[in-house]
């Protein structure tokens, strides 16, 4: 079945300690993305990448990092989360260059205390 | 930045009914997307539309690309319980072949009638 997949689903963690929300696309998309969604405010794109080693900032991007060494998997890094990081996020992929009709995975949804 | 105003914010539906939700914007679009969330789910892509004033249906749902390419619109025929969700409006642009980005709506609720 072609999906995106994230893990961990749920994630509740504390103030500054490092963490990794993996992703993984069986499409073969080349473009992919990471979203978070919070009340009031919607979608916004954190990071996307538009092929291997190649990734750029979206709109929110401070407090993350990304890598994308291999096609199919695009990590999203916190390396010292701050509860404003409490959000809900989502990995996306496209078959398409530019990134429009994005397919997105399940959510993950973090709690930072 | 770009921003998508999209409209109603939440309207509930008694089952049967036909709805209409649609997005506008300042700027325009190359490519309006429509997608549906379930609590707790991702988004799940409805409708692309790639060209100005294209209609497009997928079983009960009909989008249409704006001719001015700053609006879409979706209808839902014959509402059933399970339309229940968010949907939202998203339109990309790029330029020239360049990278663009995809612009999302706040989203419009449909809920039943109590």
């Known amino acids: 079945e072609a999906q995106v997949t994230q893990n961990p689903r749920y994630l509740i963690t504390v103030t500054g300690k490092k963490l990794t929300v993996t992703c993984s696309q069986n499409?073969?998309?080349?473009?992919m993305s990471w979203y978070r969604q919070d009340p009031g405010l919607g979608l916004r794109q954190i990071y996307y990448?538009?092929?291997?080693?190649?990734?750029d900032k979206g709109d929110v991007p401070e407090g993350y990092k990304v890598s994308r060494k291999e096609k199919r998997n695009f990590p999203l890094i916190l390396e010292s989360p701050s509860p404003n990081q409490t959000s809900l996020y989502f990995c996306?992929?496209?078959?398409?260059?530019?990134?429009?009709?994005?397919?997105f995975g399940p959510g993950t949804r973090l709690t930072v205390t | 930045g770009q921003q998508l105003n999209q409209s109603p914010q939440s309207m509930f539906i008694q089952e049967g009914e036909d709805v209409s939700m649609n997005c506008t914007s300042s700027?325009?679009?190359?490519?309006w997307l429509w997608y549906k969330q379930d609590p707790g789910e991702g988004p799940v892509l409805l409708i692309a539309?790639?060209?100005?004033?294209e209609l497009t249906s997928n079983g009960r749902l009909t989008a249409q690309f704006g001719i001015t390419r700053k609006d879409s619109f979706l209808n839902i025929s014959a509402s059933i319980p399970s339309d229940v969700g968010i949907y939202f409006c998203?339109?990309?642009?790029?330029?020239?072949?360049?990278?663009?980005?995809?612009?999302f709506g706040k989203g419009t609720k449909l809920s039943v009638k109590p």
């Open positions: 499409m073969n998309h080349e473009y």
């Open positions: 990448s538009m092929n291997v080693e190649v990734t």
């Open positions: 539309l790639y060209k100005a004033g």
């Open positions: 996306a992929s496209s078959p398409r260059w530019g990134g429009d009709e994005q397919y």
């Open positions: 700027s325009i679009f190359n490519t």
């Open positions: 998203a339109g990309y642009m790029n330029y020239g072949g360049s990278q663009g980005n995809l612009i």
